[in-house]
């Protein structure tokens, strides 16, 4: 069964040791939660820990100061064992069975594809190493190979969330920076559509008064 270790916080928690239930765990401030964490840096509801079989997975609940896997800071990320996932002040380390993920035999064609770089594009941005024309939209946190959203892996978990996975690795993959700067792209289209209407609305009011 999966566990988390504390190892150092500042709250005086008297428990050393987290049992994960099967499921959702949630982490929090409030009573409501089920595993209490009382420290003003740590937010009504923090996070959930979801456990599936052998699967350990992290969700912030958009936490005020955040949730960390290893220092880095995560929305959503796969957790593994040995890593140290810190709410707060409080620090814990999972310890959880190995995650073994049965992969079919690769040709060794494909296995050179996964050490290859991959080729730009006209903008200078990556293409995914299967689909040299299209762009790479996620990128393996471990072996930094990069592909399009057709060719990673997809695991649907507990609570919907799914999980992208390298097809090279198994392991989490991220957006890469043409998807992050695509997406800012978006936001700033929709916001400016709405300054517009809102000026249109505006003056439409003015008119018929």
Request: charged share 25%; net charge positive; hydrophobic share 35%.
């Amino acid at each position: 069964m999966a566990k988390l270790i504390i190892k150092s916080n500042s709250t005086g928690q008297p428990v050393q040791v987290i049992e994960l239930r099967p499921g959702v765990n949630r982490f929090g401030r409030s009573p409501e939660n089920d595993h209490l964490l009382v420290d003003p840096d740590i937010s009504d509801r923090h996070c959930d820990v979801l456990v599936d079989n052998e699967f350990v997975f992290v969700r912030d609940l958009e936490s005020t100061n955040g949730t960390f896997i290893d220092g880095d800071q995560v929305h959503e990320s796969a957790l593994y064992s040995g890593q140290t996932l810190r709410i707060g002040p409080v620090e814990m380390i999972l310890d959880a069975p190995p995650i073994r993920i049965a992969l079919p035999e690769m040709p060794k064609p494909q296995q050179a594809a996964k050490s290859a770089a991959p080729t730009p594009l006209a903008d200078g941005y990556p293409s995914c190493l299967k689909h040299p024309v299209r762009h790479a939209i996620w990128e393996c946190t471990h072996c930094q190979s990069v592909y399009c959203d057709e060719c990673i892996r997809k695991l649907r978990r507990v609570g919907g969330v799914q999980l992208k996975l390298c097809p090279a690795c198994s392991n989490p993959c991220k957006l890469t920076a043409w998807s992050e700067m695509m997406r800012g792209k978006k936001k700033g289209f929709f916001s400016t559509l709405a300054g517009k209407l809102k000026d249109s609305i505006k003056r439409t009011v003015r008119i018929s008064r």
